[in-house]
């Protein structure tokens, strides 16, 4: 048996070469807590070791995040300074790797004044747009992966200590990666090959349409645009590289007709949204568009986040979760949307993964003018349940039950 250090170095390394895939010569930009600082230096030491040419750090720390949205002075929220614009910029041209390590506590940013939040996001998706587009379009390898830091492993187990929640947090993390003690680079490959298998029957099936159904109130039906195809598992980037966006990952996922959504979409798990939960929550959504939007908990946070530009009250993202998944049979309420999206079925709204074949030479225009919707803005949001039906029909009117009971029936 390894002990928890021994699996944090495989884990280390999974993300490093299966994760962002990192080559020689390529630089790498982390984004971690400081408080992980121990694991950010297991991943810059792995990425050296696999010939990276250098690791830039980019910390961040929950407390002083919320230090300058409570106090900063209030124009800092409506702008975003050109030399931080142009360090993306410059790194995302060169065709960097982008690494997140995405942990923090669920209502980091309860207190704070959401109008701040609202007009921080505004701001900085107008200045970064370029950036945006390349990691949508997947110009640099990314990868999106999570620890355990304490306050966020507190919210997930209240009824443990804090030492003991973040063990907990670690376990369930390194179960839901596969990362076992044995070869976790093989046990990720055939993970992927499964998804992949999923994504070949959907691809071939060339779907025109999708209802939903399940008694938690989904009621939905869609049409998936010409020209699309489902994703998962590994993606290459445009160096010619296989990257994983996120570990874990259990979905598959295309976009819809951005205009071709109608019915009701019922949230079957709580959202953390900027530093906020949303609970219980629905959208009614006509031609597309968002045109209700309720919540029990966290209503005007998620107004507001389907409000930041025209896109984000519309969809970018259809993915498939089973719901007998690793994640979901843990029986763990991870407020941490990585790891929540790939335990359910789910949607996203605002911007589209360009998920069609032959888009990297299509214009935005044309690429509107298929269904594509553009925004500053993704959020997943879970949807599936154990009664979950999805039914695809196909171009030729034929039905094919492609969900039956919240799991796939191929
Ligand atoms: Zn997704
Ligand atoms: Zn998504």
Avoid at 329 to 345: H, I, K, M, R
């Amino acid at each position: 048996m390894k002990n928890l250090e021994e699996l944090k170095k495989d884990y280390a390394d999974l993300i490093v070469k299966a994760g962002i895939n990192i080559q020689k010569g390529q630089r790498l930009v982390l984004s971690c807590p400081v408080e992980e600082a121990d694991f950010a230096r297991l991943l810059a030491k792995a990425a050296y070791e696999a010939g990276c040419k250098e690791v830039i750090m980019r910390w961040s720390d929950d407390d002083l995040t919320r230090y300058k949205f409570l106090y900063a002075a209030d124009e800092i929220f409506d702008s975003v300074d050109h030399w931080f614009v142009e360090m993306l910029e410059t790194l995302s041209e060169e065709g960097a790797g982008f690494l997140s390590v995405y942990a923090e506590d669920p209502e980091n940013l309860k207190d704070v004044d959401p109008d701040r939040i609202k007009r921080n996001q505004i701001s900085s998706g107008k200045a970064l747009e370029t950036y945006r587009l390349r990691m949508m379009r997947n110009d640099c390898p990314w990868c999106v992966v999570s620890v355990p830091t304490k306050s966020w492993a507190k919210a997930v187990f209240p009824e443990l200590g804090e030492e003991e929640a973040v063990l907990k947090l670690w376990a369930e993390i390194l179960n839901a990666c596969r990362v076992d003690g044995g070869d976790a680079a093989k046990n990720w490959r055939e993970h992927s090959d499964e998804l992949r298998r999923h994504v070949e029957i959907m691809n071939n099936y060339n779907f025109k349409s999708l209802r939903y159904h399940n008694a938690a109130g989904t009621d939905v039906t869609l049409d998936l645009p010409e020209g699309h195809f489902w994703a998962g598992g590994d993606e290459v980037c445009k160096a010619g590289h296989n990257f994983s966006a996120n570990i874990p990952t259990e979905e598959v996922f295309t976009l819809p007709v951005r205009d071709s959504i109608n019915g009701k979409l019922v949230a079957t798990r709580p959202l953390c949204l900027n530093g906020t939960i949303v609970d219980k929550f629905y959208f009614i959504v006509k031609d597309g568009k968002i045109v209700e939007a309720h919540a029990e908990k966290g209503e005007e946070v998620l107004k507001n986040a389907i409000t930041v530009d025209e896109g984000a009250s519309y969809f970018g993202e259809v993915a498939l979760v089973p719901y007998d998944s690793p994640i979901q049979n843990s029986g763990v309420l991870f407020l941490n949307t990585l790891f929540d999206e790939n335990a359910s079925c789910h949607f996203a709204f605002g911007e589209a993964y360009p998920c069609i074949h032959g888009s990297e030479n299509m214009t935005e225009e044309e690429l509107k003018a298929i269904g594509v919707n553009y925004s500053m803005t993704h959020e997943d949001f879970m949807i599936g349940s154990p009664d979950l039906s999805i039914i695809g029909i196909t171009h030729d009117g034929e039905e094919v039950e492609i969900f039956r009971d919240g799991n796939f029936t191929f």
